[in-house]
Each structure stands twice: as structure tokens, then as C-alpha cells.
T-cell receptor
């Protein structure tokens, strides 16, 4: 595809349910990032992959959050036992290469998660 | 840690008005600086960037200059259009590739 795609675009979950959010990066992009964007706020970094390796997961808010990218392409962000404070837009971004301090990330449209 | 502070919104301007959205940063190293834009119903898009001090990023009539002495990266446009209505995010990225965003500034341009 031409850009980063995410599915579903909208997800409503009951508190305590598990959810899985999918990201399809731009073909050939090495790096993949997940962000959480609360209402009225900027995106907050969650985790980062280079190919299939998860190099940084320091932003994951709790052990209920888990991300994987087993074949170095599609990634899934899983949230177990969802809580109301997990309600946010989850953004995925990909970039072609690591290039020192310069890093242009291409963002998907996001998945809006609402936990009731 | 590294952080970005940008002007709170919302900002409402008339078409052809001059725009400034302030952005300042705190960083221990020498980050790259970015402005991203989010149009209604769309994903974040890179608007412009600057990778070192005194660099000027520009795109679609928008400009921002990387000012190390004032740790700023203010966004400017001389004449805004209705189509510029969006949310604008200032961001920085250090060598760890951990992108830090400001809270965003919503701009509405009225005809």
C-alpha cells in the first residue's frame, strides 16, 4: 500500500476485555513505532521495533501492554484486561532506516480505542 | 528527559493572516526538530524538519528555524488559508529515535 495502515479504525471494549490492534507499515520500512495519544494531547511513545527486534519498550505503561512484530513487517499491539484509562488513539509509524539523529516517521491513521 | 512545549490553542485566524505557533524544547543532546500536522480525519503528516542549529525547514509556505540559543522552533506562515485548519504538533527526536511531541495546537482559519 501507499502508506501505513491500521485496523480496526475504531474499537469499543468492555473493561477487562483483551484487544489487539494491527499495524501494516510501509513496505520495506525497517523501523516501526507505536504511540498512544490521549484526547487533547500529543502522541506518547510506547515501543519501537527494528525489523523483528523490539529495541525499546520503555514507554509501555504496564505489563498489560504487549507488542510484537514476528516477521519484521506487520505489528500487533495487544492490551490485556483493558481499563478505562487505556482509552486513547493508538498510532503506528514506520521509517525506512535509522539515520543518526534524523528520523522521518510516517504515521498511520490510528485506532481509536474506547473502554467502557 | 527531553521534552517539547508548544503554544496552547485553539488559535483562530482570518484567511491571509500571519501565523506563529511557538515551540520550545529541552534536550540534553542535539536533537532533530519537526513540525507535524494532523488534518481532520487524517493521520499525522510531517510538515517540515530541521536537523541542526540554524537550519530552516520550510514547506507549503510554512517555515521554522532551529534556534539553539533560545531552544526554539517556532512555526510561521505569512498568509494562512482555510485549508491550513488542522492540529499542529512540534516534536523532537534524539539519536535514540524516541520522538517526543508537544500537546498540539489547533488552528482554525475562517474565510
Amino acid at each position: 500500500g501507499a502508506g501505513v495502515s491500521q485496523s480496526p479504525r475504531y474499537k469499543v471494549a468492555k473493561r477487562g476485555q483483551d484487544v489487539a490492534l494491527r499495524c501494516d507499515p510501509i513496505s520495506g520500512h525497517v523501523s516501526l513505532f507505536w504511540y498512544q495519544q490521549a484526547l487533547g494531547q500529543g502522541p506518547e511513545f510506547l515501543t519501537y521495533f527494528q525489523n523483528e527486534a523490539q529495541l525499546d519498550k520503555s514507554g509501555l505503561p504496564s505489563d498489560r501492554f504487549f507488542a510484537e512484530r514476528p516477521e519484521g513487517s506487520v505489528s500487533t499491539l495487544k492490551i490485556q484486561r483493558t481499563q478505562q484509562e487505556d482509552s486513547a488513539v493508538y498510532l503506528c509509524a514506520s521509517s525506512l532506516v535509522l539515520a543518526g539523529a534524523y528520523n522521518e516517521q510516517f504515521f498511520g491513521p490510528g485506532t481509536r480505542l474506547t473502554v467502557l | 528527559g527531553d521534552s517539547v512545549t508548544q503554544m496552547e490553542g485553539p488559535v483562530t485566524l482570518s484567511e491571509e493572516a500571519f501565523l506563529t505557533i511557538n515551540c520550545t524544547y529541552t534536550a540534553t543532546g542535539y536533537p532533530s526538530l519537526f513540525w507535524y500536522v494532523q488534518y481532520p480525519g487524517e493521520g499525522l503528516q510531517l510538515l517540515l524538519k530541521a536537523t541542526k542549529a540554524d537550519d530552516k525547514g520550510s514547506n507549503k509556505g510554512f517555515e521554522a528555524t532551529y534556534r539553539k540559543e533560545t531552544t526554539s522552533f517556532h512555526l510561521e506562515k505569512g498568509s494562512v488559508q482555510v485549508s491550513d485548519s488542522a492540529v499542529y504538533f512540534c516534536a523532537l527526536s534524539d539519536q535514540d529515535n524516541d520522538m517526543r511531541f508537544g500537546a498540539g495546537t489547533r488552528l482554525t482559519v475562517k474565510p
